[in-house]
């Protein structure tokens, strides 16, 4: 039987809950998709990256929990570690739904930048968690 730590349990929780927010989100891919909801090419390749971002990234933070717990990580590691995956699968799919919204969006705006800070804490968190299970 596997025991979660408390830090794991809440994120763990959290992360679970915003599940139903990736569900909702996918109706409304599914609205623009059939076409019953205006959008430009664009938009429509951005939100369906953005929703399937949304969905694995909070899958592979979910398996992250675990991992962390099986390391010998503290303070700012652990937290970079369990927090970095959290961290991209809001930031990353924000950039992709935010950086294109507006009617008739042929371009991303200055918002695509949260796509970059998603990839960046993603990155951070994978290092560390690697690290710390090499190390454990």
Same mark, same amino acid.
């Given at each position: 039987?596997?025991?979660?730590?408390?830090?794991?349990?809440?994120?763990?929780? @959290?992360?679970?809950?915003? @599940?139903?927010t990736?569900?909702?989100?996918?109706?409304?891919?599914?609205? @623009?998709?059939?076409?019953?909801?205006?959008?430009?090419?664009?938009?429509?390749?951005?939100?369906?990256? !953005?929703?399937?971002?949304? !969905?694995v990234?909070?899958?592979?933070?979910?398996v992250?929990?675990?991992? $962390?717990?099986?390391t010998?990580?503290?303070?700012?590691?652990? !937290?970079?570690?369990?927090?970095?995956?959290?961290?991209?699968?809001?930031?990353?799919?924000?950039g992709?739904?935010?950086?294109?919204? !507006?009617?008739?969006?042929?371009?991303?705006?200055?918002?695509?930048?949260?796509?970059?800070?998603?990839?960046?804490?993603?990155? $951070?968190?994978?290092? $560390?968690?690697?690290?710390?299970?090499?190390? $454990?």
């Amino acid at each position: 039987m596997v025991t979660l730590s408390e830090q794991s349990r809440v994120l763990t929780g @959290i992360l679970l809950l915003s @599940i139903v927010t990736i569900e909702l989100g996918g109706t409304f891919v599914l609205r @623009i998709t059939r076409w019953r909801e205006p959008a430009t090419d664009l938009q429509r390749r951005f939100y369906r990256a !953005g929703h399937a971002h949304a !969905g694995v990234f909070v899958t592979l933070a979910l398996v992250c929990q675990i991992l $962390a717990d099986a390391t010998d990580l503290d303070g700012f590691a652990d !937290g970079l570690a369990r927090l970095g995956p959290a961290w991209a699968a809001i930031l990353v799919p924000a950039g992709f739904f935010l950086s294109v919204k !507006g009617k008739g969006t042929i371009e991303p705006n200055r918002l695509i930048v949260l796509l970059w800070l998603g990839v960046a804490s993603l990155a $951070a968190g994978s290092v $560390a968690l690697g690290i710390g299970l090499l190390t $454990a």
